[in-house]
């Protein structure tokens, strides 16, 4: 999940918002004002109940941070790229590249989000007592106390992608021997949990609350159709890990005149080339930047005497590669960025492009093959 909101950086990482956490934000601030902090301590101002309610709401997203922080920085000490976290919804996610290097380090990348959010609501419970002087504050802490432990218990529910689901992949990954195998059998135990969630949601809906029977099916859908993509993840990672980009890539590649306009490569060069991806040089040889025919036929009707060069992705941005580099490295080097080209150079001399559907082409028939 990608942020909308940049916070800033804090410890080198960089930290965002999700927009839907406004909403969410609004709801836990109406909570607090109209229901908790009223019925727990009576007879207060409306706009005392909604301010206390608003600070409470800002702590609780600071206790979040803290939980996804202590997992990021974690992973940063063993050799992890942290590319930022997200908070969203009644969560946060940390954007961790790349697998962690052991099962120890998976299980303590892991069980130190719910450690620290155990850790914070003894905090809270210090600070209740602390602040009885003055019972709303001090109802806030005892608040807070509640859903830092709630917030440790339902991520330590052993499925993909909570914090348990981690623990348990590294369980099996240590006794098992691959993370693969690890992250196999904590789907499986995770995908029978979902089912019973979903199970019991439906149960709870029809007999004694539908919101709450609503909320437990769609938690347990959720959890069914992430503990797929993170397998689904793993076995394409190691489908790839003894494969070099060389057998990727299309090779050789044809470069274009970056003077050309759009309408005489759609017309006279690509209706004789396979490919779906230009490179252009200048009049010297030099590279100079990426085109994509899908991009070049959605230009053409307005700008058909355009320049190649002045619609192509500028060759400084493009990723590169070397043909003997693992297939996995690179997807993790390179993350999201796959959707786009990756140009692959041995020695200085452009040899290949490898493309998403190179990739997916190359899965597919690593799969077939498996024995
Ligand atoms: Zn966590």
């Not at 727990?40 to 309610?53: M, R």
């Not at 949601?201 to 709450?212: D, E, K, L, R, Y």
């Not at 057998?247 to 306009?261: G, K, N, Q, R, Y």
Request: glycine share 10%; with cysteine.
């Amino acid at each position: 999940m990608a942020p909308t909101i940049r916070l800033g950086k804090i410890l080198g990482i960089e930290v965002g918002l999700n927009w839907s956490l406004i909403f969410i934000y609004a709801l836990i601030v109406w909570t607090l004002a109209t229901d908790v902090l009223p019925v727990d301590v009576p007879n207060q101002g409306a706009l005392t109940y909604w301010a206390i309610g608003a600070l409470g709401g800002v702590v609780f997203y600071a206790c979040l941070l803290a939980h996804e922080l202590a997992h990021a920085l974690v992973a940063r000490r063993y050799g992890m790229k942290v590319s930022g976290i997200t908070l969203w919804l009644i969560g946060g996610v940390s954007r961790l590249d790349g697998d962690p290097p052991s099962a120890g380090a998976e299980a303590l990348i892991a069980a130190v989000g719910p450690l620290t959010s155990f850790v914070i609501a003894g905090l809270a419970v210090g600070l209740m007592f602390a602040t009885s002087a003055s019972p709303l504050v001090s109802d806030v802490f005892a608040w807070l106390a509640y859903v830092n432990v709630a917030l440790a218990l339902f991520n330590l529910v052993p499925a993909f992608p909570l914090d348990g689901g981690r623990l348990l992949s590294s369980l099996f990954w240590w006794r098992q021997g691959t993370r693969q195998r690890g992250v196999h059998s904590a789907v499986r135990i995770g995908r029978v949990l979902a089912y019973v969630m979903i199970g019991l949601g439906i149960v709870v809906t029809f007999t004694i609350s539908p919101v709450n029977g609503i909320w437990l099916a769609f938690i347990g859908w959720f959890l069914l159709s992430a503990g797929s993509q993170e397998e689904a993840g793993t076995v394409m990672k190691a489908a790839l890990r003894s494969v070099p980009v060389s057998a990727a890539m299309s090779s050789p590649v044809v470069t274009i005149p970056d003077w050309l306009t759009i309408g005489q490569l759609l017309e006279s060069v690509a209706p004789n080339h396979p490919f779906t991806t230009y490179p252009l040089h200048d009049p010297t040889g030099a590279l100079t930047g990426l085109v994509r025919l899908g991009d070049l036929v959605k230009l053409r009707r307005e700008a058909a005497d355009g320049r190649l060069a002045s619609v192509a992705r500028p060759i400084s941005e493009v990723p590169t590669a070397r043909p003997d580099e693992a297939l996995s490295s690179l997807i993790e080097r390179i993350g999201a960025a796959i959707e786009n080209r990756v140009l692959v150079f041995d020695q200085g001399k452009l040899v290949g492009i490898v493309s998403p559907v190179d990739v997916a082409r190359l899965i597919t028939v690593r799969q077939g093959s498996r024995p």
